[in-house]
């Protein structure tokens, strides 16, 4: 049942999604003029094996226009989805069909399609940005990057490992490129905070069954498991950690904070499912008042018109756009737009309270003190916070 119901989630936010965005489209790249809507393109999986993920994209995205718009101070925004398949091949064609008729385009910001765009995009002359934590764009091009690198990830992962004594740590990773960069970042950083990495265990992703590593994981009796995986990943390395007899704390990085996900594990799963994310997947520790009014409308917004909390996928895309919309408020061009992510100026989001770009810095957060930890709750669907980090 619930494989049935992703794609008619993706359905139902793709047809919410084409109302608001096919409007405002005055041809050619420039930006138009600031009494004009701004039109954003939007590269999302929403078909294939990361649907599930795109799914939440595509809701966080309808959800921050849907509050852009509705003030009227703001210059509109108008949203041009194109479905990436899931594919690298999906996600270039979808560059190229957007690059002449949009102002700015989110995403991609999963690494398949990331990584057929990225070197395009780095020599475009379109503003881009991505919500994955890899794209390292160069400050001299038009792309951009809002969540912070892996290896901040990592760190802040490890922070916590050390201040709770947990100090034999298994990791399980990907050998794609994200998980080959949280591996390197644990074999990196594990001195650093007093850890002993006491079994470090590789998959291939689209492998369907992880039970030799799972079995190594539990031979090599750890404190607590560090697992960086994405997509449908989650499920089966969970499960074969389950199945092995794994009941140690298993701290996954934000990419799987995906709910459909999350809830297809209930009760084959480690108890104690940790994550590195922020307070916005539990506002109520939020103590910045304009902060968390924003993250409360969010919320409201988002629950009244999927009735289930946001999840990072959400979260993270409703930034993206967020930040182009505020950087093209008063441009008349993708110059413009470039120029003030470049200027210095304070960007809010939902998921961090602020970004900040510069003409040397694409990447908008840093530090493994941006990051808090949280607890999956199976019951409720929901995150709660376990450790705040005060480092930033």
């Not at 649907?51 to 509109?76: C, E, P």
């Not at 697992?227 to 199945?243: E, K, N, V």
């Amino acid at each position: 049942m619930r494989r049935r119901l992703i794609p008619a989630a993706v359905a139902a936010a793709t047809v919410a999604l084409a109302a608001c965005g096919s409007s405002g489209t005055n041809g050619g790249g420039g930006a138009g003029t600031p009494s004009q809507p701004m039109r954003i393109g939007f590269i999302v999986d929403q078909t294939g094996p990361l649907a599930a993920i795109g799914a939440g994209y595509l809701r966080g995205s309808q959800v921050a226009v849907d509050a852009w718009n509705s003030d009227s101070k703001h210059r509109r925004v108008d949203l041009h989805p194109c479905d990436s398949q899931s594919t690298g091949e999906g996600a270039i064609s979808c560059y190229q069909q957007l690059r002449d008729s949009v102002d700015a385009i989110s995403g991609p910001s999963l690494f398949v399609g990331l990584a057929s765009v990225r070197t395009t995009a780095m020599k475009g002359s379109l503003p881009l940005i991505s919500a994955a934590p890899l794209a390292f764009p160069d400050g001299k091009s038009m792309m951009f990057q809002n969540l912070p690198t892996i290896e901040d990830g990592v760190g802040a992962a490890f922070q916590y490992f050390k201040s709770t004594g947990l100090k034999k740590i298994a990791t399980l990773t990907s050998n794609d490129q994200p998980g080959n960069l949280a591996k390197q970042a644990a074999q990196k950083l594990h001195g650093q905070y007093g850890i002993d990495l006491v079994t470090t265990q590789v998959f291939d992703p689209q492998a369907q069954n992880l039970a030799p590593q799972a079995e190594q994981i539990s031979a090599s009796h750890p404190d607590a498991v560090f697992a960086w995986t994405a997509g449908p990943q989650l499920i089966t390395s969970l499960r074969a950690l389950f199945t092995a007899g794994v009941s140690v704390p298993v701290m996954l990085n934000y990419a799987s904070m995906v709910t459909p996900l999350l809830q297809g594990t209930t009760g084959s799963s480690p108890k104690t499912l940790l994550f590195f994310a922020t307070k916005a997947f539990d506002p109520s520790h939020i103590t910045d008042q304009t902060y968390a009014a924003r993250v409360k409308d969010f919320y409201t917004r988002f629950q009244a018109t999927f009735h289930q909390p946001p999840d990072l996928a959400a979260l993270d895309a409703a930034d993206d756009l967020l930040i182009l919309a505020q950087a093209g408020q008063n441009a008349s061009s993708r110059q413009e737009i470039k120029s003030k992510l470049e200027s210095g100026t304070s960007f809010y989001g939902i998921m961090f309270a602020d970004y900040k770009f510069s003409a040397d810095d694409h990447i908008g957060k840093h530090g493994a003190g941006a990051f808090d930890i949280l607890q999956w709750q199976p019951t409720t669907s929901t995150w709660t916070l376990v450790d705040t980090n005060a480092h930033s």
